[in-house]
C-alpha cells in the first residue's frame, strides 16, 4: 500500500515547495492530491488561465518522485461565475439559497454549471492529461458533503419532471404508480409536478422516493460527464472520487460504476461524535473512533469500488468540523493507516500535509503544525511506512460473509421511517459489528452483486426486493439472514399485494400483517435478549426460531433462510450470527470487546481500539511478527499466515 497526502501549493509560498516534497518523499510518501479547490487560481477572470504556478508545482512535486492525483476543481465554484450565473446554486429543502461564501455552491442539475464545469474539467484534461506525473484524476470532491446532493432550485424541478417523463411516459402510469388519488393529488402534466418539498404535512412518499433517485441520477451524469472527457484527454490513468463516511444521499455503487477506484474520506473520531452512537461510546472510543468505524467503510467502499479501493484523506489529528474534536491516542493514526492495508487499500492519504493558518480549516491537524514542525501525524506516518516496508506485500481480503447494502433502501426508510429512531445505516453498522465481534471478515456489497463465493449473507433490510433478486438469493444454498421491512414495498412504493415480505414468501412462507415502531425505553423480552424500535406482527405456519416472552415468533427459518422480524439487541444478533456460521462451518474468533482482526491471504492483522492492553494469546495465532502481547492501546498485531511468507 502506498502512503500520500493531500497539498495545496497555492495556500504556500513557492520557496516552500521544494523543501516540502522532499519532506515527504523522506517521510515515505509516494503520491500526493492536488488542485481540487484551486479553480480560483486556475482561472482567476473569466477565461483567463494561470497555468504557471500550476505547472510548477507539479514539476516540483514530480522532482521528488511524487505521483500526483490531480483533482477538478469543480466543488469551489469562483465568485466570479456565481456573480454571471446566479441561479448555479442549489437551494435546500426550505427553498433558501446555499450562497458563495464557503465551498459546494452549486447544483448540480444545472445545465450552464454543468457545461462550465466541463469546460474547466477539459481544460485541466488536455494541459495535464499525458503529462508523466499524473497518475490519477480525481472527479470534484466530496460529492453532497454539506447536504448538497439534493437541491430544490428550479433547474432541479425541470430535469426532474423531464427524469420523470422518461421513466415513465404517460402521467396517467405516473398517477397510478404513486397512488395520486390519495388525498386527490393526481396530476394532469408532467409540468404540474413540484419538488416534494414546502408541503403541508408529509409529501407523497412516492414522490419522494422518486425525487431520491433522480437527485442520486444527477450526481452520477454530474461525474460521468467529467469521467468521459478525462478518459479521452488522459488514457491510462486511474480516475478517482472521494465519498465520504455515513452519508446516502446518492447512490454510491453507481457513481463508482463509472470510477476505477472508490476512495473515501476517513475521520473516526469526528464520525463517532457526529451520529447516533452511545455516550458510553463516545466517552470509551473518544480518541480512537469505535472499533468498525474506519473498517465498515473500508468494506463497503472496497464493495463499491470492484475491488479497488483507497483512503483519499485520512484523519492524522483533531479535526475542525465536529462539535468535539478531541486528538488521537497516541498510535491511532499508524493503526488506521494498517487497518486499511489490512482490508486492502491501494493507498493512504493524510489530510492534510501542513495545517492551515487561516480559513475554516484552521483548527484542522495536519501531518505538520502551522509552523512547520512535525505534528504527531507525520511520526506515526513514518512508523507506518517502515510497518508497510517489514511486511511487504499485505496480500488480498479474504472475506467469507457477505452484508447487502443497499442506497434505495436507505432512501425508502428515510422517506417514510414509521418510527424516528429506526436509521438504516445503524442497522447495517450494528449487523456488521455483530460479524466482527465473532471474528468474521465481511464484504460489503450491493444485492446486485455476484454472491456466489460467500459461505454466508446478511441483508439488515431490503425494502423494495424484487422477484429476481429474492429468487438469486435463495438459489445460492448458503445461509441468509434477512432484516424487518425487507420486501415491504413494490418499486412504486405501494404495499405488495400478498404482504411483506413480498416475493420473498416464495422462499419463506410468512406474512408481515402489522408493524409497530417502539419508542425509547419500550422492549419486548425473549429468553436472554430484547428487541426495541421496531416489531412486526408476522403470521406463519413455521414454527418460529426465536419467540418473545408472550409466544409471538420473530424469527422465523425455512431452509436456508431467515427473517429476523424486529430491531434485534446485541444478543440477539450475537445468536443469530452464530448459528448461520456454524451452520456455513465457518471459523468463530469471539473477540473481546475492544479487539477487532483482518485476514488477507498472507496475514492476519489485530487492532486494539480499547483503552487498556489486550491478551493476544487466546487468538491461539503464537507471537506475533509486528506487535506485542498484551497488545496496548492503538496497537496493531501481525501474524503471517501460514504457508506463507516462509
Known amino acids: 500500500m502506498r502512503l500520500g497526502c493531500c497539498y495545496y501549493p497555492e495556500h504556500w509560498p513557492e520557496a516552500w515547495w521544494a523543501e516540502d516534497a522532499r519532506r515527504m518523499a523522506a517521510l515515505g510518501l509516494s503520491r500526493v492530491r492536488i488542485g481540487e479547490f484551486a479553480w480560483s487560481r486556475i482561472e482567476p477572470e473569466p477565461g483567463r488561465f494561470d497555468w504557471g504556478w500550476l505547472d510548477r508545482a507539479i514539476a516540483t512535486l514530480a522532482g521528488a518522485g511524487l505521483g500526483i492525483v490531480l483533482g477538478t476543481p469543480t466543488a469551489t465554484p469562483p465568485k466570479w461565475l456565481v456573480e454571471r450565473m446566479p441561479d448555479m446554486i442549489a437551494l435546500d429543502a426550505q427553498g433558501r439559497p446555499r450562497r458563495f461564501g464557503s465551498r459546494r455552491h452549486y447544483c448540480f442539475s444545472h445545465p450552464g454549471f454543468r457545461a462550465e464545469a466541463e469546460r474547466i474539467t477539459r481544460a485541466l484534461a488536455e494541459r495535464y492529461g499525458n503529462h508523466p506525473a499524473i ?18 432550485s428550479p433547474a432541479a424541478a425541470e430535469g426532474f419532471r423531464a427524469w420523470l417523463a422518461a421513466r415513465y411516459g404517460d402521467v396517467a402510469a405516473l398517477n397510478a404508480a404513486w397512488g395520486t388519488v390519495f388525498w386527490s393529488m393526481e396530476y394532469l402534466d408532467f409540468a404540474e409536478i413540484d419538488p416534494p418539498n414546502l408541503t403541508v404535512t408529509e409529501p407523497h412518499p412516492a414522490h419522494v422516493m422518486d425525487w431520491r433517485r433522480f437527485s442520486s441520477d444527477q450526481v452520477r451524469a454530474f461525474n460521468t460527464a467529467q469521467v468521459v472527457i478525462l478518459r479521452a484527454a488522459s488514457p491510462g490513468r486511474d480516475i478517482v472520487h472521494n465519498f465520504m463516511g455515513f452519508f446516502t444521499q446518492f447512490d454510491h455503487h453507481d457513481v463508482s460504476a463509472d470510477l476505477d477506484v472508490a476512495t473515501w474520506d476517513s475521520y473516526p473520531i469526528g464520525f463517532l461524535d457526529s451520529f447516533w452512537f452511545s455516550r458510553e461510546d463516545k466517552l470509551r472510543y473518544a480518541r480512537q473512533g469505535h472499533p468498525d468505524i474506519a473498517a465498515f467503510h473500508h468494506d463497503l467502499y472496497r464493495g463499491a469500488g470492484r475491488g479497488r479501493w483507497w483512503v483519499m484523506e485520512q484523519q492524522p489529528g483533531p479535526v475542525n468540523w465536529s462539535a468535539h474534536n478531541p486528538a488521537p491516542l497516541p498510535g491511532m493514526v499508524r493503526l488506521w493507516t494498517l487497518e486499511a492495508a489490512a482490508h486492502g487499500a491501494e493507498l493512504t492519504s493524510y489530510f492534510r500535509w501542513r495545517q492551515a493558518p487561516f480559513g475554516q480549516e484552521a483548527h484542522h491537524a495536519g501531518l505538520l503544525r502551522p509552523d512547520s514542525a512535525e505534528d504527531q501525524g507525520a511520526i506515526e506516518a513514518r512508523a507506518a511506512a517502515h510497518d508497510l516496508a517489514a511486511l511487504g506485500e499485505v496480500g488480498t481480503p479474504q472475506a467469507p460473509v457477505a452484508l447487502l447494502f443497499s442506497y434505495p433502501a436507505s432512501w425508502a426508510i428515510e422517506t417514510q421511517p414509521q418510527g424516528k429512531s429506526f436509521r438504516y445505516l445503524e442497522l447495517a453498522f450494528e449487523w456488521y459489528t455483530a460479524l466482527r465481534r465473532l ?29 429476481a433478486t429474492a429468487d438469486r438469493i435463495a438459489a445460492l444454498g448458503v445461509p441468509v439472514l434477512f432484516g424487518p421491512r425487507t420486501g415491504s414495498r413494490t418499486e412504486s412504493f405501494q404495499t405488495p399485494p400478498e404482504l411483506p415480505p413480498g416475493p420473498l414468501q416464495e422462499h419463506l412462507p410468512l406474512k408481515v400483517v402489522r408493524v409497530e415502531s417502539l419508542r425509547e425505553g419500550l422492549a419486548e423480552h425473549g429468553d436472554g435478549f430484547a428487541v426495541t424500535r ?13 419467540e418473545l416472552a408472550d409466544g409471538r415468533g420473530i424469527v422465523f427459518g425455512s431452509g436456508q433462510l431467515r427473517y429476523l422480524a424486529a430491531w434485534p439487541d446485541a444478543a440477539l444478533l450475537d445468536r443469530l450470527m452464530r448459528r448461520m456460521a456454524l451452520e456455513a462451518d465457518l471459523k468463530l474468533t469471539p473477540l473481546p470487546t475492544d479487539l477487532r482482526v483482518r485476514r488477507t491471504d498472507r496475514w492476519c492483522f489485530a487492532f486494539n481500539y480499547g483503552p487498556e492492553a489486550v491478551p493476544l494469546a487466546p487468538l491461539g495465532l503464537g507471537a506475533p511478527m509486528i506487535g506485542a502481547d498484551p497488545l496496548p492501546p492503538a496497537g496493531v498485531a501481525a501474524w503471517p499466515i501460514r504457508g506463507r511468507n516462509g
Open 135 to 152: 497518475v490519477a484524476w480525481q472527479t470534484d470532491n466530496e460529492y453532497g458533503c454539506h447536504d448538497t446532493a439534493i437541491s430544490h
Open 439 to 467: 471474528g468474521l471478515d465481511v464484504d460489503i456489497v450491493p444485492p446486485e452483486a455476484d454472491l456466489a463465493r460467500y459461505r454466508m449473507i446478511v441483508a439488515p433490510s431490503l425494502p423494495m426486493l424484487d422477484t
Open 534 to 546: 421496531w416489531l412486526e406482527h408476522v403470521e406463519s405456519d413455521l414454527a418460529p426460531e426465536e
